[in-house]
């Protein structure tokens, strides 16, 4: 269940402090990436950092790094346990994510972090990770519609809900690809509270940034990607300004070209699961707005000869799941839809109906199209593989569905080794 609201976690950690900086990063989408981009650079700068980042992908811990791996599950468990009994203990009522926000401020501090990079778990002015009083920076990626139930039905009344996360006297970067209106209100809240500097991260007319791609040799980074790379990278130079005057951001621009975030516009194979030899896109869009980039991805990249494309689809239960799957599916593609397992730690939320997937791509089929739907991941995996008979194949439309398929490696002895280095981020 989903209780947003901060009484919860400021008595989780009453008492505690927190001694590290903290670079806070709300938004739809491109928060997640934009964590992975600045934990990476610090790391390459020597600042010890952590990074929490929801959901988890395969464990529970895993949503947890300390300079830049996975903190042990042995760590983990016991810092939780810690903190589940002092929930128990006061009566606090704490929810799951409270918990493992808790836990995971708790880890850094254990772990003597400099720096923390926190993602927001759902809006922002409500948002457990909100406890952080006075960080040095925060963030605000791409603003879409999603969880509408919890911040609003208008892009207004979202990013309204997202510019909680601003705090008085502390900059503000903001992703300019955003609308007008919802510039409009982050600089109209940053304005009430006495937060700011805004900077906007415009990343096409600004000197900085054409240094950035001149750093960076690899030249095919998608639109999103590059704004992403240009907010985290104004962040990281504002809380090195507070925090370690001492290093140049220039020269950690570098490290970004190594940055893998499983997931978003990834390539792996799935020729351990299934025989398949060709690579398989993967890719978590949960929402409208990331189902664009996604199908605007596809048709440039997997559609160049005409072929059709085959689709292995999820989604979660209270999404808007004809938004996501439109801007996916053209006439004549195969689409086998299935349900993802259970969430470890996340009870909340559940799989969409396979039928009601494809209830919502019937208006898109042609006369070519082939439709299934399965309960178990692996065999839609193995449907698909026999499907597109070699053809292009693109998993998406949850993070969860992400998880389920990298959680199948794990059964495989060889399945990390199969793993095919990606694109990534959304």
Not at 231 to 256: G, M, T, Y
Not at 395 to 403: F, K, N, P, Q, T
């Amino acid at each position: 269940m989903i209780e947003l609201g901060l009484a919860r976690i400021n008595r989780l950690l009453r008492d505690k402090h927190l001694p590290w900086g903290a670079i806070h990063v709300a938004g739809t989408n491109g928060k997640g990436s934009i964590c992975a981009y600045i934990s990476a650079m610090l790391h390459a700068g020597h600042v010890r950092c952590g990074r929490f980042t929801s959901p988890h992908l395969i464990d529970r811990w895993d949503c947890i790094t300390i300079q830049e791996k996975v903190v042990p599950r042995s760590l983990f468990q016991h810092v939780e346990s810690i903190t589940k009994q002092r929930n128990e203990e006061e009566c606090i009522g704490a929810s799951e994510f409270e918990i493992l926000t808790a836990t995971a401020f708790d880890i850094f501090t254990h772990e003597g972090i400099d720096v923390g990079v926190v993602e927001v778990g759902l809006g922002g002015r409500l948002d457990a990770t909100n406890v952080l009083e006075e960080p040095l920076v925060t963030v605000i990626s791409k603003i879409g519609q999603d969880h509408q139930s919890f911040l609003g039905n208008t892009l207004e009344e979202i990013a309204y809900q997202k510019a909680g996360i601003l705090k008085r006297g502390v900059a503000c970067v903001v992703d300019d690809t955003n609308s007008e209106s919802v510039r409009t209100v982050i600089a109209n809240y940053a304005r009430q509270i006495g937060a700011g500097p805004i900077i906007g991260a415009a990343h096409h007319h600004d000197n900085q940034v054409a240094r950035i791609w001149e750093t960076l040799s690899r030249g095919d980074y998608e639109e999103h990607q590059k704004a992403n790379i240009y907010c985290a990278f104004q962040a990281l130079r504002i809380a090195l300004e507070n925090k370690r005057p001492d290093i140049d951001p220039w020269i950690l621009v570098s490290a970004l070209q190594d940055v893998q975030w499983p997931g978003r516009l990834q390539t792996i194979s799935i020729e351990p699961l299934t025989g398949r030899v060709d690579g398989v896109l993967i890719d978590g869009a949960h929402n409208a707005q990331s189902a664009r980039v996604l199908g605007s991805f596809v048709d440039r990249r997997l559609r160049q000869t005409g072929q059709n494309v085959t689709w292995v689809l999820a989604a979660s239960q209270g999404k808007a799941i004809r938004d996501i799957m439109c801007p996916l599916i053209r006439p004549d593609d195969h689409v086998v839809a299935v349900e993802f397992g259970t969430v470890d730690g996340m009870p909340w939320v559940q799989p969409a109906a396979a039928t009601e997937i494809l209830e919502n791509i019937k208006e898109k089929s042609g006369s070519g199209l082939r439709i299934s739907a399965f309960k178990d991941v692996k065999g839609a995996l193995s449907w698909a593989t026999e499907t597109a008979a070699g053809g292009p194949l693109v998993i998406a439309g949850s993070l969860y569905l992400v998880s389920d398929v990298m959680g199948l490696f794990e059964e495989v002895e060889d399945g990390a080794g199969h793993m095919i280095r990606g694109d990534q981020s959304l």
